[in-house]
């Protein structure tokens, strides 16, 4: 996959778990994995992958290093919809959205 990714692309995790031998998470080897990449973001719920894929309502967390590739993913995603983006941060770049 680090072959086929363009220098400084954005990465999004909706993978849940930690990885068995390092105890590290997702978005860590992905970071780890692909070192070209720009910002690692993650996706997560509570949510169900239907219910998101059909537009329904539903809420997701988005996650990042840095506010701008948050506001990046809300923004040019089908979740910016009724999301509230000017949340306060919950921890550095982090922010929640509601669909």
């Not at 778990?17 to 780890?32: D, H, N, P, T, Y």
């Not at 921890?91 to 509601?98: H, I, L, N």
Request: with cysteine; glycine share 8%.
């Amino acid at each position: 996959m680090a072959s086929h990714l363009c220098p400084g692309a954005l990465v999004v995790s909706a993978v849940k778990g930690i990885e068995a031998q390092s105890l590290l998470r997702m978005s860590e080897v992905l970071s780890a994995e692909l070192p070209s990449a720009g910002d690692v973001a993650v996706l997560s719920g509570p949510s169900f992958a239907l219910e998101l894929a059909r537009g329904r309502p539903t809420a997701v967390v988005v996650a990042s290093a840095t506010a701008s590739t948050v506001e990046h993913i809300l923004v040019r995603s089908s979740a910016h919809r009724g999301c509230d983006s000017t949340a306060p941060p919950m921890s550095s770049g982090s922010r929640w959205a509601a669909r």
